[in-house]
């Protein structure tokens, strides 16, 4: 994305899957790089909200591999974070990005203070529908959901040009 962001009115982004170790990972690396790239004040972070959501899984690497191809690296010692055991990150995020409908339901159940935003990733790009879950769709299904994320956080972002 070539243009600047004139206003985006967000400082503190969680991205929200399954499990965190690939869709809500390959997001967030997109936006920090965008981010970095862009020179603004945004923190971002990820989590997994599903009942097998777990803390310190390693990150997939078919994830990493697949952002490697596009020149953003995911970090070698980044491990997954169970948000059903630190429902304060979710709190904490005034803009939540759920990659499905069923997360961003779950994510609710944590968040019923209204003080930030939550939609799923299709939804920021004004689209709707979900970005599936790549595992054991081979690099192939970490490719196609890793295109999706990018389109869906490039057109989401444009509407804050």
Do not use: W
């Amino acid at each position: 994305m070539n243009n600047k962001i004139i206003h985006f009115p967000y400082k503190k982004v969680l991205v929200v899957c399954s499990v965190n170790t690939a869709r809500s990972r390959m997001s967030e690396g997109y936006l920090k790089d965008f981010f970095f790239r862009n020179d603004m004040d945004v923190s971002v972070s990820s989590g997994g909200i599903a009942s097998n959501a777990r803390d310190g899984m390693l990150i997939s690497l078919d994830a990493k591999l697949v952002m490697e191809e596009i020149g953003i690296t995911l970090s070698d010692d980044a491990v997954s974070i169970d948000l059903k055991k630190r429902p304060e990150l979710i709190k904490q995020a005034d803009l939540i990005l759920t990659l499905t409908e069923t997360h961003k339901k779950e994510v609710l159940k944590y968040n019923n203070s209204g003080d930030n935003k939550v939609l799923t990733l299709r939804e920021f790009a004004g689209e709707s529908g979900d970005i599936e879950d790549p595992s054991m769709k081979g690099v192939e299904g970490f490719r196609k959901s890793r295109d999706e994320i990018q389109h869906c956080i490039f057109k989401g972002l444009k509407r804050f040009q």
